[in-house]
């Protein structure tokens, strides 16, 4: 495998081996990104100037059979943390990099002008993208398509990266040909932009270079793991994500009005139920794959009352911070929402909170679905003064308006979780190297990273930091290795990686070794942020978590500064 290092300056392309001996060889995904940002990013510099560098990145296990294996890392130091950041994604195109015997792609400086970067059998080319400027991705994905082939990946920004704003994404196209997959959280999208490269398209190689040193010993321990994730994930494979919708709101923590609540009294319309029966009823598609790999398929394909596409995988996350959050309660307009954002290249938690603060402050209408599209689809689109008030984050809409309640920290929204009512979760966004991003640690409802400890009730304080910080540990694993986390960032499931990896590149780690991968990614996070100001005395949620009680809970945010600024010690002491 190698990393290919692309200056966009001089159009320079270096290839560097990754060997035994490299510090890269046991770094995939954000373990790579996190590493080239912490030893080659200038920590005070412009996220969107030259200085900083974008990394797209596929893990240590990628292009194996090992299940859920096929996602993307991107990396970069963030517009809206001014910190480190990684948003992984699904999709097609992970894969098929790897089969090229390319680990990651690293992007460097600045061109002068919008370009493309396509990598076939032949090479890699840097070709002109004038006239793809201003597309958004679905528009963009059918002419690259077109041109290269229906079974290309492909990597994109929309408008929002075109125009930097700070909540914009990068968006990959799934195994149905959409650009539905986005690596969404913290404006990495805006970094692409900054570097005016519009998409990067790989053409899948004939044969892969993938190599693989035991795969019988390998598809011994892959098999019996992806058998049991059948079994056990068969309701995502059902309903997807937003079979979370009624079980959240039914603990009382699911977004409701710009968090002042955790239920809504409208859920059942916007239930995952209501979905699986209007998606089933017009046509649509269920138990989709995100990625070649994934055998949960968890996504979902939604069309209209004719039958034509709306979006591709519309989702708990989405659904909550754009439906009950802004007291949305039609599936169809959040099925549109989700396609707009897709289309333009925002990410669907910052708009929706974003939304949320602009309701809360009586700039707009609660519930009103078609000023939302409005925003995304004129404003945004042709980056009026007020698309770029919306763009740019939910820190930014709320200094804007002078607004008491901002659903943030460190710069980035909350995501589809109440931190007052799921304890752990709100530790992991408030300590996080990444923001308050629920992917970095995610202590959902009966999610336990051992099954030999207990670690309390859902809503109590007790055990909550060890919760979080080993689900942080585990997932920073998981996301090195291009694994998505719902098959389950656990101590024994350490061990499962760790004979995958030694199968396929004839090693001997340990449980231990796999689980040191993850702790050494978090230290390098950590120390970036250090040195670009963003000290760990600066792990806190919004006061408003602190003062104002949930409805109907009654609960408030109850960890004091003290635990969440020492929080990390645990990387020194902490005993598995």
């Known amino acids: 495998m190698k990393i290919v290092r692309i200056n966009l300056e001089n159009e320079h392309i270096l290839f560097d081996e990754i060997t035994s001996d490299s510090k890269y060889f046991l770094r995939g995904g954000r373990g790579l990104s996190s590493q080239v940002i912490h030893d080659e990013v200038p920590p005070l510099c412009d996220p969107l100037g030259g200085g900083n560098k974008l990394i797209i990145a596929n893990g240590v296990l990628a292009g194996s059979p090992f299940p859920c294996s096929a996602r993307t890392s991107v990396g970069a130091k963030s517009p809206l943390t001014k910190g480190i950041k990684e948003a992984n994604v699904g999709g097609r195109p992970a894969i098929i990099l790897a089969r090229h015997g390319i680990r990651a792609i690293i992007l460097e400086d600045v061109s002068s002008d919008l370009k493309i970067i396509l990598i076939d059998e032949d090479g890699i080319k840097i070709l002109p993208a004038g006239e793809y400027k201003g597309l958004g991705n679905y528009e963009l994905h059918s002419r ?60 899948p190689p004939k044969t892969s270079k993938v190599e693989m040193q035991d795969i019988k010993k390998f598809r011994e321990i892959s098999k019996p793991f992806a058998k049991n994730l059948v079994s056990t994930k068969k309701v995502f494979s059902i309903y997807g994500t937003p079979n979370m919708m009624v079980p959240m709101n039914s603990y009382g923590g699911i977004p409701t009005k710009n968090f002042r609540m955790g239920s809504y009294d409208k859920i059942d319309n916007i239930s995952g139920e209501k979905l699986h029966e209007l998606v089933i009823a017009r046509g649509g598609k269920k138990s989709l794959a995100c990625s070649p790999t994934c055998v949960i398929k968890c996504s979902n394909l939604v069309v209209d009352e004719k039958g034509n596409h709306i979006t591709s995988s519309l989702e708990y996350e989405t659904m909550a911070l754009n439906g009950t959050n802004l007291l949305i309660d039609n599936l169809d307009s959040l099925a549109r929402i989700d396609h707009l954002c897709d289309d333009v290249g925002i990410d669907t938690i910052e708009f929706g ?146 004979n995958a990896i030694n199968a396929m590149y004839d090693l001997t780690l340990t449980r231990e070794d796999v689980i040191n991968i993850g702790i050494n990614i978090i230290r390098t996070e950590l120390e970036f942020n250090e040195k670009a100001g963003i000290t760990q005395k600066m792990n806190n949620v919004p006061k408003f978590f602190r003062e104002e009680p949930s409805k109907p809970t009654e609960l408030k945010y109850s960890f004091d500064n003290e635990e969440l600024s020492n929080f990390w010690k645990r990387l020194d002491e902490h005993n598995f």
């Open 144 to 203: 690259l398509k077109q041109k290269y082939g229906k079974n290309i990946g492909i990597y994109s920004i929309g408008p929002a990266g075109e125009y930097l704003m700070k909540s914009a994404t990068v968006g990959a196209n799934d195994l149905e040909g959409y650009p539905s997959r986005h690596a969404a959280r913290g404006g990495l999208g805006a970094v692409m932009g900054s570097k005016r490269v519009k998409a990067i398209v790989i053409i």
């Open 353 to 498: 909170g974003t939304v949320g603060v602009a309701m809360d402050c009586g700039k707009i209408e609660w519930g009103n679905a078609e000023k939302t599209f409005e925003i995304l689809d004129t404003e945004i689109r042709n980056n009026t003064e007020e698309g770029q008030l919306y763009g740019n984050g939910v820190q930014n809409i709320g200094i804007v308006l002078k607004a008491k309640r901002i659903p943030q920290v460190k710069g980035q929204g909350i995501s589809a979780y109440d931190s007052r009512v799921f304890k752990a979760m709100g530790v992991t966004y408030a300590t996080s190297p990444m923001g308050a991003d629920h992917t970095a640690g995610a202590a959902i409802a009966n999610r336990v990273p051992s099954l030999h400890k207990d670690y309390g009730e859902l809503t109590k304080n007790e055990n909550k930091l060890d919760l979080s910080f080993e689900l942080q540990i585990y997932t920073a694993v998981m996301d090195s290795m291009g694994c998505c986390y719902f098959i389950g960032p656990s101590y024994e499931n350490m061990e499962i990686l760790a």
